[in-house]
């Protein structure tokens, strides 16, 4: 099954919670996730280090995160690497 996400719940602290197309309400470390793969010190991800700009993220057409067009990441991959928080039913 393909994952992409429905809603963004909420943003703060490098994590965002979101609501998938099948129903799970999961959290994503985004922060935690780029430092353990020494991505967060390099490159345009080095912005998501700013509060504010990583507070502004979206829901792109696709069903990702999107921060300004700029990043983003595979749906996928955001439900893989997050810890599901309930079933929204």
Do not use: Q
């Not at 998938?20 to 922060?31: A, D």
């Amino acid at each position: 099954m393909m994952h992409f996400i429905n809603k963004i719940l909420e943003a703060k602290n490098g994590v965002v919670t979101c609501r998938f197309n099948n129903e799970e309400i999961r959290k994503i470390e985004v922060l935690d996730f780029l430092r353990s793969r020494n991505m967060l010190e390099i490159g345009i991800f080095f912005k998501l280090k700013n509060k504010k700009y990583f507070n502004n993220v979206s829901l792109d057409s696709y069903g990702t995160l999107s921060w300004n067009n700029e990043i983003d990441f595979c749906p996928d991959v955001l439900f893989s690497e997050s810890t599901l928080l309930k079933i929204h039913l």
